[in-house]
């Protein structure tokens, strides 16, 4: 989504967050309690991540189109629009590799 639809990006983002969270108490409440991090805890806490980055992402754009710098919010957009696509799958693949 272009940088006019921030307000969107960022109810995506903070929906997709609690989604979430909701997904792993669901998962939590299936399994018996344990003293440690099962695999599915650590999934989680890595999609968790991935979440809050992506909405300081959209806030730190938001404040800029706030301070009318569109052009430096722009830039920011275009970097991270497509880099997403190559760099979350990257950090999964690496999590699974070395984490699991």
Excluded: W
Excluded at 5 to 30: D, E
Excluded at 56 to 77: D, G, P
């Amino acid at each position: 989504m272009d940088t006019d639809k921030i307000a969107t990006r960022l109810t995506i983002t903070t929906s997709s967050l609690v989604a979430s969270v909701m997904f792993h108490i669901s998962v939590a409440n299936q399994i018996p309690p344990v003293g440690y991090l099962t695999s599915a805890d650590k999934f989680m806490v890595l999609t968790y991540f991935i979440f809050l980055l992506s909405a300081i992402m959209n806030i730190v754009i938001l404040e800029y189109i706030e301070r009318k710098k569109a052009s430096l919010a722009e830039r920011i957009h275009r970097r991270t629009e497509y880099s997403v696509f190559i760099i979350v799958p990257i950090i999964y693949i690496l999590f699974f590799l070395f984490v699991m």
